[in-house]
């Protein structure tokens, strides 16, 4: 069975101070990846995703994450955060074997505070 | 959100009331997802479907429907046996295959009065 734990609900920030939005899985074989971000009242967009290759993966607004297989964790990070990204992220896993769908996590709030 | 709609925004409907909820998308993709979402519980797969004509239950099927007749289209019908209609639904397409990340549509809210 696959599962994605989002330890915290809320995580709070100051302006241009370094965040970090924490998640850990568990999988049958290797993990696949991902992370979303959810402003109010819309979709989720895609941020970043790991398949396979270096453990640090980049994506959009300047979010990174690290994927630390002894940890089976998938940390997702930003050197300075914006009052702007401050949102409903979503950490989600699936595995590279059988056919099953992405199960996300329950999601952590985000708050930056200017 | 862009290449996948989903209509309307907002739906308000009576209990006992069937609602199909409506998700088109222009991307080719194979798969296309159901969600529900409700505060503090994150997403919650419906139904899904890799391929036209054939769908999948996921952990919260009870009380929904699902077809796939095209590629671009896959509705959702809320039936009057789901005891807990109201949420915010989404809607989600992928390449086929493991890698690919989704995309969502903007989302239905759903109230049952």
Same mark, same amino acid.
């Given at each position: 069975? $696959?599962?994605?734990?989002?330890?915290?609900?809320?995580?709070?920030?100051?302006?241009?101070?370094?965040?970090?939005?924490?998640?850990?899985?568990?999988?049958?074989?290797?993990?696949?990846?991902?992370?979303?971000?959810?402003?109010?009242?819309?979709?989720?967009?895609?941020?970043?995703?790991?398949?396979?290759?270096?453990?640090?993966?980049?994506?959009?607004?300047?979010?990174?994450?690290?994927?630390? !297989?002894?940890?089976?964790? =998938?940390?997702?990070? !930003? +050197?300075?955060?914006?009052?702007?990204?401050?949102?409903?992220?979503?950490?989600?896993?699936?595995?590279?074997?059988?056919?099953?769908?992405?199960? =996300?996590? !329950?999601?952590?709030?985000?708050?930056?505070?200017? | 959100?862009?290449?996948?709609?989903?209509? +309307? !925004?907002?739906?308000?409907?009576?209990?006992?009331?069937?609602?199909?909820?409506?998700?088109?998308?222009?991307?080719?993709?194979?798969?296309?997802?159901?969600?529900? $979402?409700?505060?503090?519980?994150?997403?919650?797969?419906?139904?899904?479907?890799?391929?036209?004509?054939?769908?999948?239950?996921?952990?919260?099927?009870?009380?929904?429907?699902?077809?796939?007749?095209?590629?671009?289209?896959?509705?959702?019908?809320?039936?009057?046996?789901?005891?807990?209609?109201?949420?915010?639904?989404?809607?989600?397409?992928?390449?086929?295959?493991?890698?690919?990340?989704?995309?969502?549509? +903007?989302?239905?809210?759903?109230?049952?009065?």
């Amino acid at each position: 069975a $696959q599962s994605v734990a989002q330890p915290e609900d809320q995580v709070n920030v100051a302006e241009g101070n370094p965040l970090t939005v924490k998640c850990t899985y568990s999988v049958s074989g290797n993990p696949y990846l991902f992370w979303y971000v959810q402003y109010p009242n819309r979709g989720l967009q895609f941020l970043l995703k790991y398949i396979t290759g270096d453990n640090l993966v980049k994506g959009s607004y300047g979010f990174e994450a690290e994927f630390n !297989k002894s940890q089976t964790s =998938f940390h997702l990070k !930003k +050197p300075s955060a914006l009052v702007s990204d401050s949102a409903l992220y979503f950490c989600a896993v699936r595995s590279n074997s059988g056919n099953t769908p992405l199960v =996300f996590g !329950k999601g952590t709030r985000l708050s930056v505070i200017a | 959100d862009g290449g996948i709609t989903q209509s +309307p !925004k907002y739906l308000f409907r009576k209990e006992g009331q069937n609602v199909t909820l409506s998700c088109e998308q222009n991307l080719n993709h194979d798969a296309m997802y159901w969600y529900r $979402q409700d505060p503090g519980q994150g997403l919650r797969l419906i139904y899904y479907s890799q391929i036209v004509n054939d769908f999948q239950k996921g952990d919260i099927a009870e009380g929904y429907s699902v077809s796939r007749e095209k590629k671009e289209s896959f509705p959702l019908t809320v039936t009057s046996a789901q005891k807990n209609p109201t949420a915010f639904y989404l809607c989600a397409s992928s390449i086929e295959g493991k890698r690919g990340e989704q995309y969502f549509g +903007p989302g239905t809210r759903l109230t049952v009065t």
